[in-house]
């Protein structure tokens, strides 16, 4: 499956227009970046398109698959939610092997940042290593595509530019739709960025832009953000 194409969502709460005929795509080997302050809907477009959100209007499919709710996208797309969501009480060893086939576990349990975990339960390990485990086991599942909802929030650079690392290794096997709060690691991971703003989303092809939407203070900007 090579093709995710979203289109048509429409999302409102208390009364408010959050999502208006949202339309993205992201193709198998593409990294999708979306950015957009905090409130945008950026979290709600994630869950939308992965099934756990309902939504007054959507179109989402993958390749001919037409998917309309949780169960049609389960196998097809995972999702990386900001909260950790892994078991707290269980060995990281054990959440691997719940979690992926035979075949992928073993890769994974050789992975000489995740070795030293295997015998540790989730809850006694640092922000940074939970989000990598996260971040693996999602790369390492049968879903063509992964949407991640702010994988490098909290975490040092250092733990930062490995998790930009694996990403782009498994990146010939899948499609990825990627959040964070700070566009500078979207920008800096991504094929194509999209702005959520004003409920639409724009294709923003300078970082200029960013300023004529709002979402950069001209300022900020020239001070702090050009590379």
Same mark, same amino acid.
């Given at each position: 499956?090579?093709? &995710?194409? $979203?289109?048509?969502?429409?999302?409102?709460?208390?009364?408010?227009?959050?999502?208006?005929?949202?339309?993205?795509?992201? +193709?198998?080997?593409?990294?999708?970046?979306?950015?957009?302050?905090?409130?945008?809907?950026?979290?709600?477009?994630?869950? =939308? =398109?992965?099934?756990?959100?309902?939504?007054?209007?959507?179109?989402?499919?993958?390749?001919?698959?037409?998917? +309309?709710? /949780?169960?049609?996208?389960?196998?097809?797309?995972?999702?990386?939610?900001? *909260?950790?969501?892994?078991?707290?009480?269980?060995?990281?060893?054990?959440? =691997?092997?719940?979690?992926?086939?035979?075949?992928?576990?073993?890769? &994974? =349990?050789?992975?000489?940042?995740?070795?030293?975990?295997?015998?540790? +339960?989730?809850?006694?390990?640092?922000?940074?290593?939970?989000? $990598?485990?996260?971040?693996?086991?999602?790369?390492?599942?049968?879903?063509? /595509?992964?949407? &991640?909802?702010?994988?490098?929030?909290?975490?040092?650079?250092?733990?930062?530019?490995?998790?930009?690392?694996?990403?782009? *290794?498994?990146?010939?096997?899948?499609?990825?739709?990627?959040?964070?709060?700070? #566009?500078?690691?979207?920008?800096?991971?991504?094929?194509?960025?999209?702005?959520?703003?004003?409920?639409?989303?724009?294709?923003?092809? *300078?970082?200029?832009?960013? $300023?004529?939407?709002?979402?950069?203070?001209?300022?900020? #900007?020239?001070?702090?953000?050009?590379?």
């Amino acid at each position: 499956m090579k093709d &995710l194409h $979203i289109d048509s969502v429409r999302k409102s709460y208390q009364g408010k227009l959050i999502l208006s005929d949202i339309f993205l795509s992201c +193709k198998k080997g593409e990294i999708v970046g979306l950015i957009g302050r905090n409130g945008s809907g950026k979290s709600t477009l994630l869950n =939308i =398109i992965f099934g756990t959100e309902s939504a007054e209007n959507k179109f989402v499919r993958v390749d001919n698959k037409i998917l +309309k709710s /949780f169960a049609d996208s389960s196998k097809i797309i995972n999702y990386l939610p900001q *909260d950790n969501f892994l078991p707290k009480e269980v060995k990281v060893h054990n959440i =691997i092997k719940l979690f992926l086939s035979q075949k992928r576990k073993i890769q &994974l =349990i050789n992975n000489d940042f995740i070795k030293p975990l295997l015998q540790k +339960k989730f809850k006694v390990l640092s922000g940074g290593e939970k989000r $990598i485990l996260e971040v693996f086991l999602l790369l390492n599942s049968e879903a063509n /595509f992964v949407l &991640l909802d702010e994988p490098f929030n909290g975490v040092s650079p250092i733990i930062r530019d490995y998790i930009m690392k694996i990403i782009n *290794d498994e990146r010939q096997n899948k499609g990825f739709i990627i959040t964070d709060h700070d #566009y500078e690691n979207v920008w800096k991971v991504s094929d194509r960025v999209l702005l959520l703003n004003n409920a639409s989303i724009k294709e923003i092809i *300078d970082e200029e832009e960013l $300023i004529k939407y709002g979402y950069l203070i001209k300022t900020t #900007y020239n001070i702090g953000y050009r590379k």
